[in-house]
């Protein structure tokens, strides 16, 4: 029990834990009930669980359960063995059953006719078809055939990989360009059967026919075990002849309860690891090996002896990363003991600092701690929880860079190594280090409701393989120039916005100011343009932080589009016949700038606020006062200009980039030189002089900028928005992370520890694992 103490010894679990629970989440309103289970008290929730319950008070609370409509869920382990059991009643509807966001895709074309054909880019995945016959489908951003935005949900029909059918569209607009096909997902039903029936005729999830013998002995030996707890009044003995043995392990419910998302438990899932009662040693274990010493590891001792206990505190391990499934090792491995002992040693490296978003899954960590190191954090949280653990906090990144400090002795001299990272090419060079080590290796990752854990155990197992190429949401220049297509196009567009105006130009000036030889030996004229820019445009105050949001407002959402269109004109050919706006280029559009539009505003005053940090001038927030400024701006009216040339491709936007003319470039660096002396001898000239803004994903104002530099630009090219939260995961590139998923994956990294503890050197114990909690699937096999 990793939120309490032995301060707490003697004190109500139930107040002990509210106390630790209330610091682990203010938010959350924790009440502690010390009392029977009655009717009057179940009444009012809409979730039961109970865990470690006598099976009279399970059958007694889920018949009123069930009854009552409320959702119910027993959970219970003991030793290497676990049960689950869901009861939602017997008209359950999950609102939301599939995996993930709803699938979408690009559209390529739509025929007029009976029925009409949709091309799409990309209707299928190495896991097949992303849509399915009787889909249903929305349509949005479609220019041309704009009926189709505004229809209710139409059935399709798959034809092939990249075609749908759909209904009768030969009335409609001919279709021009753009547009989105989004799958509607249906609410399902389930039906459960109360605790009572369930028992006698078990429903029990497997992931194949041949697990299911397995899984009803496993229902059985809990009834018979009950049954023991029932007739002697106590749990069995450890070891003892005729009684089974029970125990307790540290590393042993999903949301579907309440959020209605995904299908839920159906009803039964039990889980063994008795593998590990088949190392060598443990089936020589005798009622004394396991007997309680008093100690806290007492119920760990009942499984696998007194002796491994030690063991278990003699381990040097490394612990690389500290986020969300390293937080859970760490909280595991202190439990366990690991590294508790006079000569153990836990390492846990992290080069990050605690953040806001953090706290979520992220156990170890409190508000107090943001900004904080991680690993820093993290051990002091594991010495609170078992100051025998002798913990050490590393804050270096395990790579080709630390190499000297990481020796091959380094690794040699570790028992193992858990792998606690959120990029493969990261788990890859670690990977590589172990093997060449022969040190033990744990690699755990996870993305929202799906993990895995792969165990490499040299000379047993074969190496985890080389890293697949990662997608790291980077896209072709004149994609994200020109050419968007999809909200993930816009929004890295309005990242590399946020860099190039509150990023770079702050850091040219500032090396500009501080740097005698920055024009001795100057940069590409590019940059000297830009330094010559960003000096030009310092404001003098709030108002012309304003005017100049609003004059970059015009400049890429009118003007630039003007421009792109008065190149290439919407009836613009490639040839004979063959449009330009077409297939993967949807025709934009310009907008007009209207200060009573919400999401212009918001560009306005979250690029004014950013604007004015860069320049040290005080910001204001007043969107009326922002208004009346606005209404006050006249602008040039925009003519488009003959000649120039945009890039189609990657190479052309490459080789598009024209050096500064020589003579234009001398005079410029003359006029910086005598810029820079005036500014030099302004007494009132800040050094630096510019405050450089990198972009933050915790920071409201700089996602208000990018979610409404996205959609501006969204809007543009027909592409359906995005909403704030939405923007800042794809913006913040955070990976989909929930804390009951890290929890069950930390959990099956350390069942694989224990084996690894034993020195076990049979391939047929370690197990690899695979865990989907949204379709309640758990996968565990031998490694190669």
């Known amino acids: 029990q990793f939120l309490l103490g032995e301060s707490d010894l003697g004190q109500n679990r139930a107040k002990a834990s509210q106390r630790a629970l209330t610091k682990l989440n203010p938010c959350v309103v924790v009440e502690a009930h010390t009392g029977e289970l009655s009717e009057a008290f179940l009444a009012p929730f809409q979730v039961v669980v109970l865990t470690e319950s006598p099976l009279e008070e399970q059958l007694r609370v889920g018949d009123f359960c069930h009854a009552q409509g409320i959702c119910f869920i027993v959970a219970d382990t003991k030793g290497l063995a676990g049960q689950l059991f869901c009861d939602f009643g017997e008209q359950f509807v999950i609102d939301d059953p599939a995996e993930g966001d709803p699938v979408c895709a690009a559209v390529q074309h739509i025929s007029q006719g009976n029925p009409g054909v949709v091309t799409c880019m990309g209707t299928e995945d190495s896991h097949g078809h992303l849509f399915c016959d009787a889909d ?33 569209t030969s009335s409609f607009s001919p279709y021009r360009c753009g547009g989105l096909v989004s799958q509607v997902q249906k609410p399902q039903e389930c039906s459960h059967e109360p605790l009572c029936q369930s028992l006698e005729e078990p429903k029990i999830r497997v992931a194949s026919p041949e697990d299911l013998p397995r899984s009803r002995s496993l229902h059985a030996a809990f009834q018979a075990l009950h049954a023991f707890r029932r007739e002697q009044g106590r749990l069995p003995r450890p070891r003892a002849p005729g009684d089974p043995p029970p125990g307790h392990l540290p590393t042993g419910c999903s949301p579907q309860a309440i959020t209605r998302k995904f299908l839920p438990l159906d009803q039964w899932l039990y889980f063994d690891a008795l593998e590990c009662l088949a190392l060598s040693g443990a089936a020589q274990l005798t009622e004394m090996d396991c007997a309680p010493r008093g100690s806290r590891y007492d119920g760990q001792i009942a499984v696998f002896g007194a002796n491994f206990q030690e063991k278990l505190g003699h381990q040097k391990y490394l612990v690389v990363g500290a986020g969300a499934i390293g937080c859970e090792l760490l909280k595991n491995f202190a439990m366990m003991g690991l590294a508790a002992g006079p000569d153990g040693e836990l390492i846990v490296t992290d080069m990050d600092t605690v953040a806001l978003s953090n706290l979520h899954r992220q156990l170890l960590y409190r508000s107090a701690d943001i900004s904080k190191p991680k690993s820093v954090v993290a051990a002091a949280a594991v010495q609170r929880m078992n100051p025998d653990v002798r913990v050490t906090a590393h804050q270096n990144q395990v790579g080709p860079a630390t190499e000297m400090f990481y020796r091959d002795n380094f690794f040699r001299h570790l028992d193992g190594v858990a792998s606690a990272l959120d990029t493969l090419e990261a788990r890859a060079y670690l990977e590589r280090r172990c093997l060449r080590c022969r040190t033990p290796l744990l690699d755990s990752g996870t993305e929202g409701t799906r993990g895995n854990v792969l165990a490499m155990v040299p000379p047993l197992t074969k190496p985890l393989g080389p890293a697949s190429t990662l997608r790291d949401g980077t896209f072709p220049l004149c994609t994200l120039r020109h050419f968007p297509r999809t909200i ?12 190039g105006l509150f990023q770079l130009p702050a850091e040219q000036v500032n090396q500009f100011m501080e740097d005698p030889a920055f024009l001795e030996q100057p940069p590409p004229g590019k940059v000297l343009e830009q330094v010559w820019d960003s000096l030009r445009e310092r404001p003098r105050d709030w108002q012309d932080c304003v005017r100049w949001a609003r004059q970059h407002w015009q400049s890429r959402y009118h003007d630039a589009i003007t421009q792109l269109l008065h190149i290439y004109p919407p009836e613009h050919e490639t040839s004979p016949g063959v449009p330009f706006w077409a297939g993967d280029r949807s025709c934009p559009h310009p907008l007009t700038f209207n200060p009573d539009n919400d999401t212009h505003l918001d560009y306005v005053l979250a690029a004014a606020h950013l604007f004015a940090q860069v320049h040290r001038v005080p910001p204001c927030t007043d969107r009326a006062a922002i208004q009346a400024i606005l209404r006050g701006v006249v602008l040039p009216p925009f003519a488009p200009q003959d000649g120039l040339q945009i890039p189609l491709t990657e190479e052309l936007t490459e080789e598009a980039q024209v050096p500064t003319d020589c003579r234009q470039l001398t005079e410029l660096t003359q006029d910086l030189m005598q810029w820079r002396q005036e500014l030099v001898g302004d007494e009132k000239a800040e050094t630096p002089l510019m405050e450089p803004i990198h972009f933050e994903k915790d920071n409201n104002i700089h996602i208000d900028f990018i979610t409404a530099a996205s959609n501006l630009r969204a809007e543009n090219y027909g592409i359906p928005p995005a909403n704030w939260l939405t923007s800042k995961r794809i913006a913040g590139r955070i990976v989909p992370a929930i804390i009951t998923t890290t929890a069950a994956v930390a959990g099956l990294a350390c069942l694989e520890v224990y084996k690894l503890v034993w020195g076990c050197q049979d391939l047929s114990c370690y197990r690899n694992s695979n865990i989907g909690l949204s379709d309640c699937l758990l996968l565990r096999f031998q490694p190669l």
Request: aromatic letters at 8%; proline letters at 4%; zero cysteines.
């Open 136 to 168: 249903l489908v929305t349509f949005s951003g479609v220019q041309g055939m704009t009926e189709l935005n505004s229809q209710k949900p139409v059935p399709v029909r798959v034809l092939d990989a990249f075609r749908l059918e759909i209904g009768d």
């Open 488 to 499: 993930q196009h816009t929004l890295q567009w309005a990242r590399d916005e946020f860099e």
